[in-house]
């Protein structure tokens, strides 16, 4: 499975200079609330999405599906791989932070709430479009893709007056927020699992087409 | 495993698609030979290559290769497997090199030397762009990685379309040194029949969805015959016995599965000969209803 991982990992080189885009214009640019959970979240669900339309695009399941690899761990591959993109995107928002304190003089907020709700849509997005993408294929998870993400900019912008009125950078401990940290983390990640059992039970049947 | 003993092994295995099924198939490959799978196009070739590598899920029956239960053992079956298909699947934005580092970490018996010799051999170069290939130097790209791992089995779906003479006749020189050692074994789909009869040793023809025969072509030019003869000889119970016919205003030429009877019925009166694979699988396609020039 580690070989797939890095496949999807070395297959979107190119791509990680739209993440350094992605992280210059929402972070520095459009500067507000929500600039650190669209920094970690579009650049983690973008990823996911280059990977899987250049595997559509070259029809690469195919080649894929030649390798020694069992079916299994194609599907767990794919979830695996939204977990490090994960990382690059909450890394990414950290570093906008670290940036903007260090060297601008334009803090943006980084806090354990902003990257729970990163997380969360992030794991809310991956729980949505594998099972659709192995469901029906390429043409629905794209389409599912864009409404996802227009859904996830929606949540995020909605979210960013919310926000503002809320408690940030509170550390875990304390009450409410370390609450609420947790029901996101936890729920999407509930959702997630539930996602990665059916789209398993959806790929273990499917014909790999081209 | 030795020389007698069976690459793959076909047990009932059934597909069915909407607008097509493949019947149940049982059938044997040898081991150290190169396997020609025939048939028209939509025959089913490519679904059979599918359901034998894992990647479609078959209604029914079982795949064994190297005598191991496929998917049970697909991990371990699969690392001696070199799959060459009739397109590139390969992600077109890389380069070669990248696109061979994305790919030899998959197989313990990765051989770079090999692969840089390959790619010296087809002249190309690690710093190109896939997208950037002709087809045939995509189908050779696909070649270099299927061989540079040491596989025991090679499975080729239509290698050899689109490709221009001389490198058909260089692939199938190829095949022929890739087959020296009796381990070894070849799986090989194509319509264009004469490849195989340059190089095939068995032959299994698919048609319709159907397995019509899987022997080698000794036997397969034994048993059939193609009979040339005046019209007059075709009466209902000699037509009964032609897979094929195809009919002028002269006279006829028909397929038959029986040789023997072929010559008691019309032995004397027409002109038998062995049919070329392409007869068989012209006459066989097309049926008694055959075409009337």
């Given at each position: 499975?580690?070989?797939?991982?890095?496949?999807?990992?070395?297959v979107?080189?190119?791509?990680?200079?739209?993440?350094?885009?992605?992280?210059?214009?929402?972070?520095?640019?459009?500067?507000?609330?929500?600039?650190?959970?669209?920094?970690?979240?579009?650049?983690a669900?973008?990823?996911?999405?280059?990977?899987?339309?250049l595997e559509?695009?070259?029809?690469?399941?195919?080649?894929?599906?030649?390798?020694p690899?069992?079916?299994?761990q194609?599907?767990?591959?794919?979830?695996?791989?939204v977990?490090?993109?994960?990382?690059?995107?909450?890394?990414?928002?950290?570093?906008v932070?670290?940036?903007s304190?260090?060297v601008?003089?334009?803090?943006?907020?980084?806090?354990?709430?902003?990257?729970?709700?990163?997380?969360g849509?992030?794991?809310?997005?991956?729980?949505?479009?594998f099972?659709?993408?192995?469901?029906?294929?390429?043409?629905?998870?794209?389409?599912?893709?864009?409404?996802a993400?227009?859904?996830?900019v929606?949540?995020?912008?909605?979210?960013?007056?919310?926000?503002?009125?809320?408690?940030?950078?509170?550390?875990?401990?304390?009450?409410?927020?370390?609450?609420?940290?947790s029901?996101?983390?936890?729920?999407?990640?509930l959702?997630?699992?539930?996602?990665?059992?059916?789209?398993?039970?959806?790929?273990?049947?499917?014909?790999?087409?081209? | 495993m030795?020389?007698?003993?069976n690459?793959?092994e076909?047990?009932?295995?059934?597909?069915?698609?909407?607008?097509?099924?493949l019947?149940?198939?049982t059938?044997?490959?040898?081991?150290?030979?190169?396997?020609?799978?025939?048939?028209?196009?939509?025959?089913?070739?490519?679904?059979?290559?599918?359901?034998?590598?894992?990647?479609?899920?078959?209604?029914?029956?079982?795949?064994?290769?190297?005598?191991?239960?496929?998917?049970?053992?697909e991990?371990?079956?699969?690392?001696?497997?070199?799959?060459?298909?009739?397109?590139?699947?390969?992600?077109?934005?890389?380069s070669?090199?990248?696109?061979?580092n994305?790919?030899?970490?998959f197989?313990?018996?990765?051989?770079?030397?090999?692969?840089?010799?390959?790619?010296?051999?087809?002249?190309?170069?690690?710093?190109?762009?896939?997208?950037?290939?002709?087809?045939?130097?995509?189908?050779?790209?696909?070649?270099?990685?299927?061989?540079?791992?040491?596989?025991?089995?090679?499975?080729?779906?239509?290698?050899?379309?689109?490709?221009?003479?001389?490198f058909?006749?260089?692939?199938?020189?190829?095949?022929?040194?890739?087959?020296?050692?009796?381990?070894?074994?070849?799986?090989?789909?194509?319509?264009?029949?004469?490849?195989?009869?340059?190089?095939?040793?068995?032959?299994?023809?698919v048609?319709?969805?159907?397995?019509?025969?899987?022997?080698?072509?000794?036997?397969?030019?034994?048993?059939?015959?193609?009979?040339?003869?005046?019209?007059?000889?075709?009466?209902?119970?000699?037509?009964?016995?032609?897979?094929?016919?195809?009919?002028?205003?002269?006279?006829?030429?028909?397929?038959?599965?029986?040789?023997?009877?072929?010559?008691?019925?019309?032995?004397?009166?027409?002109?038998?000969?062995?049919p070329?694979?392409?007869?068989?699988?012209?006459?066989?396609?097309?049926?008694?209803?055959?075409?009337?020039?």
């Amino acid at each position: 499975m580690f070989n797939l991982i890095r496949k999807d990992m070395l297959v979107v080189r190119f791509y990680y200079l739209f993440i350094v885009l992605y992280a210059i214009f929402f972070g520095f640019i459009m500067n507000n609330e929500a600039s650190t959970i669209l920094v970690g979240a579009l650049s983690a669900i973008m990823l996911v999405m280059f990977s899987v339309s250049l595997e559509t695009k070259s029809k690469s399941i195919l080649f894929i599906g030649s390798l020694p690899v069992k079916r299994k761990q194609i599907v767990q591959a794919k979830y695996a791989v939204v977990i490090v993109f994960l990382i690059i995107g909450l890394f990414m928002s950290l570093l906008v932070h670290l940036v903007s304190l260090y060297v601008l003089d334009n803090p943006v907020e980084w806090t354990w709430m902003q990257a729970s709700l990163t997380t969360g849509i992030v794991l809310l997005f991956a729980s949505l479009f594998f099972p659709v993408y192995y469901w029906l294929g390429d043409r629905a998870a794209q389409v599912v893709s864009l409404l996802a993400i227009f859904l996830a900019v929606s949540v995020i912008v909605g979210m960013s007056g919310v926000m503002s009125e809320m408690t940030f950078g509170l550390p875990l401990d304390t009450g409410s927020p370390a609450a609420v940290l947790s029901v996101i983390v936890g729920g999407t990640l509930l959702l997630f699992v539930i996602s990665y059992g059916l789209s398993q039970s959806l790929f273990r049947k499917k014909d790999m087409a081209g | 495993m030795n020389q007698d003993e069976n690459v793959i092994e076909l047990d009932g295995l059934s597909k069915s698609y909407s607008r097509f099924k493949l019947e149940p198939i049982t059938m044997s490959i040898k081991q150290g030979y190169i396997t020609g799978l025939v048939g028209p196009n939509g025959a089913g070739k490519s679904t059979l290559i599918k359901l034998l590598l894992g990647m479609a899920v078959p209604d029914r029956g079982e795949v064994r290769i190297f005598g191991r239960r496929m998917p049970e053992r697909e991990q371990e079956i699969k690392e001696r497997i070199g799959y060459v298909s009739d397109e590139s699947h390969y992600y077109e934005h890389l380069s070669i090199g990248a696109m061979k580092n994305v790919l030899a970490p998959f197989y313990s018996c990765w051989d770079e030397q090999q692969y840089r010799q390959l790619l010296d051999r087809f002249e190309l170069h690690p710093k190109a762009r896939i997208r950037s290939l002709s087809k045939g130097m995509k189908m050779k790209l696909s070649l270099v990685f299927a061989l540079s791992h040491h596989a025991d089995l090679l499975i080729m779906d239509e290698p050899t379309a689109g490709l221009d003479p001389v490198f058909r006749r260089e692939l199938l020189d190829m095949l022929a040194d890739f087959i020296q050692e009796d381990t070894r074994s070849i799986v090989f789909s194509t319509h264009v029949t004469t490849d195989l009869d340059r190089i095939a040793d068995y032959i299994a023809f698919v048609d319709k969805g159907r397995l019509v025969f899987c022997d080698s072509k000794e036997e397969i030019f034994e048993r059939y015959a193609l009979i040339k003869a005046d019209r007059s000889l075709l009466d209902r119970d000699t037509r009964g016995t032609l897979i094929g016919i195809r009919e002028t205003s002269v006279g006829f030429e028909g397929l038959s599965a029986n040789r023997e009877e072929a010559e008691r019925l019309f032995g004397g009166f027409a002109r038998i000969e062995i049919p070329t694979l392409e007869d068989i699988m012209f006459y066989t396609a097309k049926g008694r209803s055959g075409a009337r020039v």
